[in-house]
């Protein structure tokens, strides 16, 4: 049901976390080493000299993006709209955290000073997860409407 304010919030969370799948997060710079800035993606830190996959990172943001996507068409089941909305949260975060291992990984392996400069990227799954709990916490208030119109009946 597109007139509802929540489908809004799924396809912005899904649209935004499909962005996030191919955009750099983090782009790293460095004088000292074989490479002279190299980008992070969901795919991985890719370079002449660096080869570095990061697949982890990918499939969670595309759960998260098929998952919100999917979520738009179960308007008539609220609780498990509300259940869904919350494990696409969680995969966000778990996005983040899976994100963050490999980056540290990668920065432990090299030794000399870097720069590192954020990119889109990293700022689109923010966003989704903010869209992911206002349609979550719009999906309660229509539960919690039709809870108090079946009991007037």
Do not use: H
Request: no cysteine; net charge positive; proline share 2%.
């Amino acid at each position: 049901m597109i007139q509802r304010i929540q489908t809004i919030f799924l396809l912005l969370t899904a649209i935004l976390m499909g962005g996030t799948f191919r955009l750099p997060s983090l782009k790293i710079s460095s004088e000292g080493l074989k490479f002279a800035s190299i980008s992070f993606d969901s795919f991985g830190m890719f370079d002449a000299a660096t080869d570095y996959p990061t697949w982890g990172v990918a499939v969670f943001a595309v759960l998260s993006a098929i998952l919100a996507f999917v979520n738009i068409f179960l308007y008539k089941k609220r609780k498990l709209q509300i259940n869904l909305g919350l494990l696409t949260a969680l995969l966000i975060v778990v996005y983040f955290v899976t994100a963050m291992v490999y980056l540290n990984t990668f920065l432990s392996k090299i030794s000399a000073e870097y720069t590192l400069n954020l990119q889109l990227g990293i700022i689109l799954p923010v966003a989704a997860l903010i869209f992911d709990f206002l349609a979550v916490s719009r999906i309660r208030k229509d539960e919690k409407l039709v809870r108090s119109l079946n009991r007037i009946r």
